[in-house]
């Protein structure tokens, strides 16, 4: 003996799969926007110096409006860049980021540090993005 299901629940059941698709949809794609912060910059800064190429460390903070308006642009720069960067949340209090901020002299955000190796190459602090895509064209090569 088969049951059936009633026309009511069977709707109400595939407007939840819907539902839940959308915000399974939803979460994936904004942590896909989101910048890709590096869970130990520190570390992280040290490697790509030893590998003497050129990189970039962004510095941005978690709610910083000038940060979100070229978040889009890039996080696409940083995803075509050879995974030649680091990205540091200025947010964040830990004695890593305080460090590293105080060794490249942050005092804004969203600024793009571009070193070769241990070395200095240039800094933008802005949201220019032409003057953005300067420093990440210099790592894309």
């Given at each position: 003996?088969?049951?059936?299901?009633?026309?009511?629940?069977?709707?109400?059941?595939?407007?939840?799969?819907?539902?839940?698709?959308t915000i399974v949809g939803l979460v994936a794609w904004h942590t896909s926007q989101a910048?890709?912060?590096?869970?130990?910059?520190?570390a992280a800064v040290q490697k790509m110096a030893n590998q003497n190429n050129d990189y970039v460390i962004v510095f941005h903070r978690t709610g910083c409006a000038a940060c979100e308006s070229v978040k889009k642009q890039v996080?696409?720069?940083l995803k075509a860049s050879n995974q030649r960067y680091?990205?540091?949340?200025?947010?964040?209090?830990?004695?890593?980021?305080?460090?590293?901020?105080?060794k490249f002299d942050i005092e804004h955000t969203p600024t793009f540090v571009q070193m070769r190796g241990n070395q200095f190459v240039a800094s933008y602090t802005g949201t220019n993005l032409p003057e953005i895509n300067k420093l990440f064209n210099a790592i894309q090569k």
């Amino acid at each position: 003996m088969t049951k059936q299901v009633n026309t009511s629940t069977l709707r109400w059941m595939i407007a939840g799969v819907v539902f839940l698709a959308t915000i399974v949809g939803l979460v994936a794609w904004h942590t896909s926007q989101a910048y890709p912060d590096t869970s130990n910059p520190a570390a992280a800064v040290q490697k790509m110096a030893n590998q003497n190429n050129d990189y970039v460390i962004v510095f941005h903070r978690t709610g910083c409006a000038a940060c979100e308006s070229v978040k889009k642009q890039v996080v696409r720069s940083l995803k075509a860049s050879n995974q030649r960067y680091v990205v540091v949340n200025a947010a964040h209090s830990d004695n890593q980021t305080k460090d590293l901020m105080t060794k490249f002299d942050i005092e804004h955000t969203p600024t793009f540090v571009q070193m070769r190796g241990n070395q200095f190459v240039a800094s933008y602090t802005g949201t220019n993005l032409p003057e953005i895509n300067k420093l990440f064209n210099a790592i894309q090569k």
